[in-house]
């Protein structure tokens, strides 16, 4: 389930305005509001973006922490929220657009984030990423290119060939 994960827009913010121009959505709220993380709505924490789709988490609206909500169009509030809202045709679909732009941005980084934990005996080849608060253990090889997302362990004595995505 794609909402378990958090994910951070490799250090990027993004307003309200922007994300509902990618979504082709209506902001409902302050169109300024930034949000640097995706969570779960009953999860959430200020600057970060949820979506609700499914009626039986309607309830979290009224008290999540997130900065911005993705929801359905026809979506009808019954008191007020904290939230500012972007209205979409899909919330669904509009929380999978935003993990391909998010697919997209992360492609194009190289490097080691700073929150990651290298073993000094990996073998990490310099066109590789590797995303916040990874952990590789010891005698790992990354071959080219080789894109390791935040939150994933990769365990003892492991090759990962080129262009691998995780």
């Known amino acids: 389930?794609?909402?378990?994960?958090?994910?951070?827009?490799?250090?990027?913010?993004?307003?309200?305005?922007?994300?509902?121009?990618?979504?082709?959505?209506?902001?409902?709220?302050?169109?300024?509001?930034?949000?640097?993380?995706?969570?779960?709505i009953e999860e959430s924490t200020h600057g970060s973006l949820t979506f609700l789709a499914n009626p039986k988490y309607t309830q979290h609206i009224y008290t999540t922490k997130a900065s911005l909500v993705i929801v359905n169009n026809n979506f009808k509030l019954e008191d007020d929220i904290a939230p500012t809202l972007i209205r979409v045709a899909d919330a669904y679909q509009a929380f999978s657009?935003?993990?391909?732009?998010?697919?997209?941005?992360?492609?194009?980084?190289?490097?080691?984030?700073?929150?990651?934990?290298?073993?000094?005996?990996?073998?990490?080849?310099?066109?590789?990423?590797?995303?916040?608060?990874?952990?590789?253990?010891?005698n790992v090889r990354l071959g080219k290119n080789v894109i390791i997302g935040s939150h994933?362990?990769?365990?003892?004595?492991?090759?990962?060939?080129?262009?691998t995505k995780i």
Not at 10 to 16: D, G, I, S, V
């Open 1 to 40: 389930n794609c909402l378990t994960f958090i994910f951070y827009f490799c250090k990027m913010k993004f307003t309200a305005a922007e994300i509902a121009n990618l979504l082709e959505g209506r902001v409902d709220g302050d169109d300024t509001i930034e949000i640097s993380s995706l969570s779960k």
């Open 97 to 138: 657009t935003l993990l391909e732009h998010y697919d997209k941005n992360i492609e194009t980084k190289k490097g080691i984030e700073s929150s990651s934990i290298i073993d000094k005996t990996t073998g990490v080849h310099p066109s590789c990423y590797i995303g916040n608060f990874s952990i590789i253990g010891c």
């Open 152 to 163: 994933v362990v990769i365990d003892a004595n492991v090759s990962i060939g080129d262009q």
